[in-house]
């Protein structure tokens, strides 16, 4: 049974960093999509951004592309997402996804296992 656990929230304010972790466990990865979503209080969830465990190959959404960045472990099983520049809109929680897919879905339906969230607070 693939495990997926979060790591790295916290509080802080508008312009600062965060790294968040997630470490994944019952599985060959090797052949995974990763993925982090974020949903904020009642709103949908949304893709942030997604690598190809195989290649490492990425994709960020449109909100995030060029304040966060992520990358992979491969010995460690473990995914990061590097959030600079952190904005109050940011403020949500973080979701890491996983699906056995060679593609990158960028919709929640797309992967089939969740970690249980880490909440990020940006304040303004």
């Known amino acids: 049974q693939v495990q997926l656990v979060e790591s790295g929230g916290g509080l802080v304010q508008a312009g600062d960093s965060l790294r968040l972790s997630c470490v994944a466990s019952?599985?060959?990865?090797?052949?995974?999509?990763m993925a982090w979503f974020r949903q904020a209080a009642g709103k949908e969830r949304d893709f942030v951004a997604a690598i190809t465990w195989s290649i490492g190959g990425t994709y960020y959404s449109d909100s995030v592309k060029g304040r966060f960045t992520m990358s992979r472990d491969n010995a460690q099983n473990t995914v990061y997402l590097q959030m600079n520049s952190l904005k109050p809109e940011d403020t949500a929680i973080y979701y890491c996804a996983a699906r056995r897919v060679a593609n990158i879905p960028t919709i929640a339906t797309g992967y089939d296992y969740w970690g249980q969230g880490t909440q990020v607070t940006v304040s303004s």
């Open positions: 019952g599985g060959t990865f090797s052949r995974y999509t």
